[in-house]
């Protein structure tokens, strides 16, 4: 009966992706929990809420933890659940490019592949580099690693190409580690809440509804000096915005999850759920073992390690750290299989100015994209030497292609979910997938996500940030030019009509030439 039921559900997959144009040459083995745990590993609450501890009360205190990280939790659920339902509809490797595309128009996909793409490989880049600062504040004493730029790229480098390894060498092997990532993140963030809670001087509950003004000086300057506590309290909706982020991996891992309509929305909302959470308890748990709190936020970026260095004990300490350690390098890991993945998808419709041919090709022993995977981590390891090495003002640029790097990838978001509620109930979309919400409800959800992401616009871009705004207005005139000049003439998009129907012969070859069996 298994046996039948798994047959029936890998044809109805097959029948999906062909109808889409598109041969099943990537492993079809991930699990509904394997989906599930990618998308969790790489919104990762020990990564992003640890690293990025200091925005929640360098701005407005406790309050920061207790009031806005729901209320970033709720604009990121908002893309969530709009995301979840048009994953469901068209369940494909780079999801976003094509919703783009088939919803709206080959400009749309087109300009949604850049911008998800350029904010796939910096938040690789970010991700990384939080790594190698965390670990230059735990253990790299030990190693003599004191987080020097140069030891960082080395850093970097080299966890990069151990993610890259782990992907190459096929999709098993990327969700046997996420998945115990996944299990990971829950045990070593219950132990650090109860660790916290335990050995905290006091717990003074209150701390988490109470706004406290730790603007400049008095928060470690973390956020510039001002006395309107609206913007502030914005400002530290950048913890939970940046944090939860990251849930499209289960749409780019479409042509990889068993039965994916089903199994990739539910990944999507499930991911971001226990991660928003597991995250406010833990991130609550941290703010009320702080002894002072107007000491701690006075020690800016490190206030995180000095309340773990003031609280628990060095072995106990130790073992959380190295808990978060490891949750932080399998996030990176499971961000190459999420941008390579895009690439893969974009390069197979010949998005890519040059190489599109080599970045789509599937390896037949391990069923991965491998020229892609690589192509990710050689720019990932690029832009972090031209993020740490370039100097404005004396700021390093990789603060500004941070918050540059929230606004590429919530755009991406945006794009293809604003043409899909155009498109919904019409000629491109006239019928949702399995798993979907009324269509008042749907369109309810994206409209707010649309204010969501005028919300996080304002706050990527809030001083002392301006220069995000240049970043990003600026790739995007570069955008518009390249495609009036070169890409309209020359990009197609995804196949539909005649030129699905033309591939038939194309997509048995290339299921055979990977051993896929029909």
Not at 102 to 117: E, M, P, S
Not at 441 to 453: A, F, H, N, P
């Amino acid at each position: 009966m298994a046996d039948k039921s798994n047959d029936k559900e890998h044809n109805e997959d097959l029948k999906i992706l062909h109808g889409m144009g598109y041969a099943q040459e990537l492993s079809r083995s991930m699990s509904k929990f394997s989906n599930f745990a990618i998308s969790f590993s790489i919104i990762c609450i020990l990564s992003g809420g640890i690293n990025s501890f200091a925005q929640a009360i360098a701005s407005v205190g406790g309050a920061g933890a207790g009031i806005g990280w729901i209320v970033g939790c709720v604009l990121s659920g908002m893309f969530a659940l709009s995301m979840a339902q048009v994953a469901s509809a068209f369940p494909t490797a780079g999801g976003l490019y094509h919703w783009g595309s088939i919803l709206g128009n080959r400009f749309w996909g087109w300009l949604t592949a850049w911008l998800n793409l350029l904010g796939l490989i910096t938040v690789l880049g970010a991700i990384n580099i939080g790594t190698a600062y965390f670990f230059a504040g735990t253990f790299g004493g030990m190693f003599g690693f004191t987080g020097t730029d140069m030891q960082v790229v080395v850093f970097v480098a080299a966890i990069t190409i151990v993610q890259a390894i782990f992907n190459h060498v096929g999709i098993k092997a990327t969700t046997f580690l996420t998945d115990i990532s996944g299990w990971l993140i829950f045990a070593t963030t219950a132990v650090l809440v109860l660790a916290c809670l335990f050995y905290a001087p006091a717990i003074d509950i209150s701390r988490l509804w109470t706004f406290t003004n730790y603007s400049g000086e008095a928060g470690g300057n973390v956020f510039p000096q001002s006395g309107n506590m609206s913007y502030l309290f914005l400002l530290c909706l950048l913890l939970p915005v940046y944090t939860i982020t990251g849930y499209d991996a289960s749409a780019h891992t479409s042509e990889e999850t068993k039965n994916a309509a089903h199994s990739v929305p539910r990944g999507i909302v499930n991911a971001v759920i226990w991660s928003s959470l597991v995250g406010w308890v833990m991130i609550c748990a941290i703010t009320l073992a702080i002894p002072d709190l107007g000491v701690a936020a006075g020690q800016g970026w490190g206030m995180f390690f000095a309340t773990m260095d003031a609280v628990l004990p060095a072995g106990l300490k130790n073992v959380i750290y190295l808990g978060i350690l490891i949750a932080q390098l399998i996030c990176g890991l499971a961000t190459v299989t999420s941008a390579s993945r895009m690439l893969f998808a974009f390069a197979r419709d010949d998005g890519m100015p040059v190489g599109s041919k080599a970045l789509a090709t599937v390896s037949a022993k391990y069923r991965t994209p491998v020229n892609a995977i690589w192509t990710a981590t050689v720019l990932c390891i690029l832009y972090v030497i031209l993020a740490l090495s370039i100097k404005l003002d004396g700021t390093s640029i990789y603060v500004i292609v941070v918050n540059s790097t929230l606004v590429f990838l919530f755009l991406s978001f945006t794009v293809p979910l604003v043409a899909g509620m155009i498109a919904f109930g019409g000629p491109k979309w006239p019928q949702p997938g399995p798993w979907a919400m009324s269509a008042g409800v749907y369109k309810l959800v994206t409209v707010l996500s649309v204010i969501g992401m005028a919300v996080i616009l304002f706050i990527a871009i809030a001083p002392p940030n301006e220069r995000v705004l240049y970043v990003v207005a600026g790739f995007i005139a570069l955008a518009l030019i390249l495609w009036l000049v070169v890409e309209n003439r020359r990009f197609e998009g995804p196949p539909t009509g005649e030129r699905i129907a033309a591939r038939k012969a194309a997509i048995a070859a290339a299921e055979r030439a990977v051993g896929e069996k029909g």
